[in-house]
């Protein structure tokens, strides 16, 4: 790829932030933790190609306004992630504004396919 790729991660969950960063690792993907105070614009520069991640299986995250804040204020693509599926949680991201839902798992094994896709956009 001609641009760095930048991942901009919201999750409390260990288990999958550890395997998301072994997956970044092998793909040469820059990973960046966030919270809610995170200056977002500091992360993207104009030629980074990011997405962002938000844990929607976690109720104690803000992932719905901040994912939708993110959404309208950078434009860059925001995906949802879910322990499993679960209709009524997919409605209320497409809802604020999220682009895909995926499951931790289903993402960790496509991350490569779907970091290329989202660069050719």
Do not use: W
């Amino acid at each position: 790829m001609n641009y760095e790729f930048k991942i901009l991660t919201l999750s409390n969950d260990a288990s999958f932030s550890i395997s998301l960063t072994k997956e970044c690792d092998k793909y040469g993907f820059s990973l960046i933790f966030i919270d809610d105070k995170t200056d977002i614009g500091n992360e993207i520069e104009n030629n980074v190609i990011a997405v962002a991640l938000f844990d929607l299986s976690d109720n104690t995250l803000n992932s719905y306004k901040l994912g939708e804040k993110i959404k309208l204020d950078y434009g860059i693509p925001i995906f949802g992630l879910l322990n499993e599926f679960n209709k009524n949680i997919q409605k209320k991201a497409r809802d604020h504004s999220f682009d895909l839902i995926f499951t931790k798992k289903m993402l960790l094994k496509s991350i490569k396919e779907v970091i290329i896709h989202v660069s050719k956009e």
